[in-house]
Every structure is written in C-alpha cells, then in structure tokens.
C-alpha cells in the first residue's frame, strides 16, 4: 500500500471548517484513500473513503485532486468533539493473493479544535 | 444495529499471567482484524480471519499469541505467557466481504487496554 504523508498537528476555530491535508504521491491506480480518527483513546472511527472522485457524506467531505497525489479532508463546521487524531490511509480492496487487506496507519494529524 | 464490541475493557496482569481478549464483530461480518497500539507507537495490524481462517497472520508478534475464531462468529486472542511489551490497547474491527472492486470499510471496536505488571 502506497505511503501517505500529513502534518503533524493542526488547530482549527470551533465553527470553522477543518482542512486537514494528505500526501499519497505514489498511489496506484486501484488504491483507495481512507480517513480514519481516533478520539482520545477510543477505537478508531470511520470516517469517508473514495477513489478518484470527491465525496460528501454526514460527517465530511473529502477532495481528491486529478492526479490522486493528494486528498483534503474538510470538516465543515468543526466542533470540540472533532478534536482527535486523523489518519489519512491508502489501500488496496481488491481481494488476491498478497493483496493486503489491512490498514495501515501512520502517525496521522492531531486536530485540536479551540473553543 | 450494534457495533464491534469487546471484551473486557480493561486488563491488568501480572508477567507470566495468561488473558484471553474477545471480540464480537458487526452481525454479518466476515472479516475480523486484531490491531494493537503500545505506547507511544502507532496502531499496527496483527491478524486478520475471512469466516473462521486465519487469512494473514503477518503481523503477529510471536507464538505467545493465540487467535481464533471458531465457528466464524466471535474471536479470541490470547497471551500466554504475558510480558512487560505486551501492554496495550488491542483493538478488533470488522467489515463485510465485500465484491472484488468494492471497497470494503472496517469498522473498529472500543478496544482492549492491557497493562501487564
């Protein structure tokens, strides 16, 4: 599966909308992009995944440039239960033999929202 | 439609001590995956069951670790020995087994936090 890259930490205005950027320049074809968070020390939650084009479900939004090199997760009106750690993930679905079927997380964004 | 649950929640050992983790997926789920996080370090995959076959194992750490998943419902991991680097929170998710070119999304448990003394 293709690495991803995203900044560390990042604060967002309670109200505003949360940018939170990933990197997966050498995504394949039938790589998938994920988002995950994990609030504090609960389990990680799903949040939106997509392959080429933009998504939009209750909790986000997620842009995925032409290229596939990078994705933008965007949480609309950010409020303080949206601060957590979120982990951008790229993976591939397809189901054979040394197709890995994991996740893999990296480091991920801590996202601070501030009242 | 209720989540993966897990049990216990919490744990505390001593070294040497045996504990068996229990994870009941999503009704319907066939695949069930164990990740684990030790401090400070990021979530790592362990294994991962299709029904009740171990599909990959690639990320368990030795043979102190014991999954199963009899009759491809709920799933087991046990520690037998525990050790001092076995603390953690062992997390179990789930996802359907979903068509070749679909994308399957799984979905996580709340976690087992093991502190083993």
């Known amino acids: 599966d293709a690495k991803t890259t995203q900044p560390p930490s990042m604060d967002c205005a309670e109200g505003r909308a949360a940018n939170l950027p990933c990197n997966h320049s050498?995504?394949?074809?039938?790589?998938?992009v994920y988002w995950y968070r994990q609030i504090h020390s609960q389990g990680p939650q799903y949040i939106i995944h997509?392959?080429?084009n933009n998504e939009t479900n209750e909790m986000a939004s997620l842009i995925i440039t032409e290229d596939r090199k990078s994705s933008t997760l965007i949480l609309p009106h950010a409020t303080l239960r949206d601060t957590a750690v979120y982990y951008c993930i790229v993976r591939v679905p397809l189901i054979s033999s040394g197709s890995a079927r994991q996740l893999t997380f990296g480091s991920g964004t801590q996202l601070t929202v501030l009242p | 439609e209720a989540g993966v649950t897990q049990f216990p929640s919490h744990s505390v050992i001593e070294k040497g001590q045996t504990v068996t983790l229990r994870c009941d997926p999503i009704s319907g789920h066939d695949n069930l995956y164990w990740y684990r996080r030790v401090m400070g370090k990021e979530i790592k995959f362990l294994l991962h069951?299709?029904?009740?076959?171990?599909?990959?194992e690639s990320g368990m750490p030795n043979n102190r670790f014991l999954a199963e998943r009899t009759g491809g419902t709920y799933s087991t991991l046990k520690v037998q020995p525990a050790e001092l680097e076995d603390s953690g929170v062992y997390f179990c998710a789930s996802s359907q087994d979903g068509s070749r070119w679909v994308a399957d999304t799984q979905y996580f448990g709340p976690g087992t936090r093991l502190t083993v003394l």
């Open positions: 069951f299709v029904k009740e076959s171990k599909q990959d």
């Open positions: 050498t995504i394949s074809g039938n790589e998938y």
């Open positions: 997509g392959l080429k």
